[in-house]
């Protein structure tokens, strides 16, 4: 393969990942086009495309920014282990729902917090009393193999003995942890 033909393929793939606005824009003008296949996006400035690509640079430092929270919200979110406890019924996860929502979201709508369930029913139920949406839940042994590709997040596990028990296939008797404290105990 020529390096010429290297490069142009590198500029098909550059020119399929534009958000679309700024692809018509490019693919509608065939100067334009011919400009991009030879230079790259810097090569449009100039009164036409000047708005187009202010507003694609705009877009790409709030994605930028937006991910840099997230990143930031995933590190403190798993920092330190924090353990619910109580009774059932008393809000353990009421507690979970609440600390989901304190995450935030990367530009791509991905949360940075998730909550991990031992079934189907758990994250419909969950969804629907807590009006969360479905991409806040995993379900155990199903979802969280299907997402790996998506971007790290941190994750609650709520009624950890129901999931170790789906997850590892065994009835779970006793679960140790080191934590620097109980962060909340539901009575």
């Known amino acids: 393969m020529s390096l010429g033909a290297f490069r142009a393929g590198e500029r098909v793939a550059e020119l399929a990942a534009l958000p679309e606005y700024l692809r018509d824009a490019i693919t509608g003008d065939e100067l334009a086009t011919r400009l991009f296949m ?29 991910r840099e929270r997230y990143e930031a919200d995933v590190a403190n ?64 042994g199903e979802d969280h193999r299907r997402r790996l590709g998506r971007p790290e997040a941190a994750v609650a596990v709520d009624d950890l003995r129901d999931v170790l028990a789906v997850l590892l296939r065994v009835r779970v008797g006793l679960v140790s942890d080191f934590s620097r404290e109980v962060e909340a105990l539901v009575r």
């Not at 694609?56 to 937006?66: I, K, P, S, T």
């Not at 330190?80 to 609440?98: C, M």
């Not at 917090?113 to 009006?131: E, K, L, P, T």
């Open 38 to 66: 030879t230079q790259g996006l810097d090569a449009l400035r100039g009164a036409k495309f000047d708005a187009l690509l202010d507003r694609y640079e705009a877009e790409q430092a709030e994605r930028r920014l937006r």
């Open 77 to 140: 979110a798993s920092r330190d282990l924090q353990v619910v406890l109580g009774d059932r019924a008393s809000g353990k996860t009421t507690a979970v729902v609440a600390w989901l929502r304190e995450g935030v979201t990367d530009a791509d709508g991905n949360p940075s917090r998730v909550v991990m369930v031992a079934d189907i029913a758990r994250a419909q139920h969950i969804c629907r009393v807590h009006g969360i949406p479905a991409s806040w839940v995993l379900v155990a």
